[in-house]
Antibody, heavy 119, light 113 residues
Framework: QVQLVQSGGGVVQPGRSLRLSCAAS????????MHWVRQAPGKGLEWVAV????????YYADSVKGRFTISRDNSKNTLYLQMNSLRAEDTAAYYC????????????WGQGTLVTVSS | DVVMTQSPLSLPVTLGQPASISCRSS???????????LNWIQQRPGQSPRRLIY???NRDSGVPDRFSGSGSGTDFTLKISRVEAEDVGVYYC??????????FGQGTKVEIK
């Protein structure tokens, strides 16, 4: 069955870095664009970044542009989010997801990983 | 950026009764290909989000038929014909027509009275 297994969250001081991972299985990872979406405690969903299926294009939310980098390794079926210069307002649960908009049965979400930015 | 506005933000419902959530976009979500890319997403307490409906009215596999989506242009609605206990959670609309960014509504919290 489809799985997106996330890792890499934790507590980090402001200004430091953290890398999140999302390991995919059960579907053809290399055929899907992949997104990161975050959710601050008690708040709604906020789109963070997307990477094309082949890594050729990447887009970011203004709130993370220049600080976060999305990447993927299709040989390892793994998505990454490198987060630098972290701020308190980056504290959130981060989800990897396919976010399909047009086809049935291909919208998958990870279990989420909590990132807490605090001194 | 397209702003998605949901109402109400809180929706107490009696079991077995219908529920309706509205979502309005700041611009038309009709894409140049003629499709309207509006998803409805459910997030149960303590769980990851899950898509229920795509392209306004298409239910995902495994989604009960008590859930239905409708609308066009800038106005969309998610209806639950008879609310069950497992429907408690937060519901989000999300547009995928004008990207980046993909944008979500604020969320509507459905709870049982």
């Amino acid at each position: 069955q489809v799985q997106l297994v996330q890792s890499g969250g934790g507590v980090v001081q402001p200004g430091r870095s953290l890398r999140l991972s999302c390991a995919a299985s059960g579907f053809t990872f290399s055929s899907y664009g992949m997104h990161w979406v975050r959710q601050a405690p008690g708040k709604g969903l906020e789109w963070v970044a997307v990477i094309y299926y082949d890594g050729s294009n990447k887009y970011y939310a203004d709130s993370v542009k220049g600080r976060f980098t999305i990447s993927r390794d299709n040989s390892k079926n793994t998505l990454y989010l490198q987060m630098n210069s972290l701020r308190a307002e980056d504290t959130a649960a981060y989800y990897c997801a396919t976010i399909s908009i047009a086809v049935a049965g291909d919208d998958f979400w990870g279990q989420g990983t909590l990132v807490t930015v605090s001194s | 950026d397209v702003v998605m506005t949901q109402s109400p933000l809180s929706l107490p419902v009696t079991l077995g009764q219908p529920a309706s959530i509205s979502c309005r976009s700041s611009q038309s979500l009709v894409n140049s290909d003629g499709n309207t890319y509006l998803n409805w997403i459910q997030q149960r307490p303590g769980q990851s989000p899950r898509r229920l409906i795509y392209k306004v009215s298409n239910r995902d596999s495994g989604v009960p038929d008590r859930f239905s989506g409708s609308g066009s242009g800038t106005d969309f609605t998610l209806k639950i014909s008879r609310v069950e206990a497992e429907d408690v959670g937060v519901y989000y609309c999300m547009q995928g027509t004008h990207w980046p960014p993909w944008t979500f509504g604020q969320g509507t919290k459905v709870e049982i009275k």
